[in-house]
T-cell receptor, first 115, second 113 residues
């Protein structure tokens, strides 16, 4: 069975600084996808970034980037130039490739950006 | 496009009562699912469906029923509510991976007293 582990329940960062959220996963499969979701206090789940396992290049979306280490099964999220609006829960998620896969979530990291 | 809609947004039930959480989508996605979110537990899959007439259990299915008679709707039924079912419930659909995957409804906060 696949598992996703986020080892940092809470983190804080000063506005404009950089923060990295950790995520590790476990699978014996080769075809899978990884995601980071943001959940602000509004409760809405927002997709931040995604990574296909077969791609070696790390995904980037504006201030958000990932460090994908396939051999180590690690998928960390780096937020640059942190903004107050980045304050949220962040969830790492995994899904096997193919039409039958279900999203598996980590327990989340609560990020607070301080002014 | 409304995307994924859920009703109600909030609900309080007494132990033993039954209710149905509604989920509807207008994106013609075959895949729909229900998750519950509890503090410190992340999101856990309750039930999912890969098309009309097809449903299956997720990680935490006990106490919940689902059915899928149309592509658009995927209701979640609590047959006899228990305090352990106090949670936030999310309905989610899935498009293709190239679409970014994972369209979530706004959630329903359910309290069982």
């Amino acid at each position: 069975a696949q598992t996703v582990t986020q080892s940092q329940p809470e983190m804080s960062v000063q506005e404009a600084e950089t923060v990295t959220l950790s995520c590790t996963y476990d699978t014996s499969e080769n075809n899978y996808y990884l995601f980071w979701y943001k959940q602000p206090p509004s409760r809405q789940m927002i997709l931040v970034i995604r990574q296909e396992a077969y791609k070696q290049q790390n995904a980037t979306e504006n201030r958000f980037s990932v460090n994908f280490q396939k051999a180590a099964k690690s998928f960390s999220l780096k937020i640059s130039d942190s903004q107050l609006g980045d304050t949220a829960m962040y969830f790492c998620a995994f899904i096997l490739g193919g039409s039958q896969g279900n999203l598996i979530f980590g327990k989340g990291t609560k990020l607070s950006v301080k002014p | 496009n409304a995307g994924v809609t859920q009703t109600p947004k909030f609900q309080v039930l007494k132990t033993g009562q039954s209710m149905t959480l509604q989920c509807a989508q207008d994106m013609n996605h075959e895949y729909m699912s229900w998750y519950r979110q509890d503090p410190g537990m992340g999101l856990r899959l309750i039930h999912y469906s890969v098309g009309a007439g097809i449903t299956d259990q997720g990680e935490v299915p006990n106490g919940y029923n689902v059915s899928r008679s149309t592509t658009e709707d995927f209701p979640l039924r609590l047959l006899s509510a228990a305090p352990s079912q106090t949670s936030v419930y999310f309905c989610a659909t899935r498009g293709g991976f190239s679409e970014g995957f994972g369209y979530f409804g706004p959630g329903t906060r359910l309290t069982v007293t």
